[in-house]
């Protein structure tokens, strides 16, 4: 499953969010952000990947249904 939100948040890179205006210039790195907490709560036991799946399938019902099928089986790209 980590492997599958790393899949998506990596293609939140290219989505084209632009830079936020509060008292400067800050560009939108959450994605990143989210990904290194994802991967740092993994390595530690944490559920942080369980809560980011529980909140994707909370926006959709089709997500919700493909989140449950992806941790059924792995993800087969360039491991």
């Not at 939100?5 to 632009?18: C, P, T, V, Y």
Request: proline share 3%; with cysteine.
């Amino acid at each position: 499953m980590q492997k599958h939100a790393e899949a998506i948040l990596k293609l939140a890179a290219s989505w084209g969010w632009g830079p936020t205006q509060q008292s400067g210039r800050f560009e939108v790195i959450t994605h990143e952000l989210l990904l290194a907490l994802i991967t740092e709560s993994q390595k530690l036991g944490g559920t942080i990947l369980t809560q980011f799946w529980s909140q994707m399938g909370s926006c959709h019902l089709q997500l919700k249904e493909n989140s449950k099928s992806c941790s059924r089986y792995p993800l087969s790209i360039n491991d």
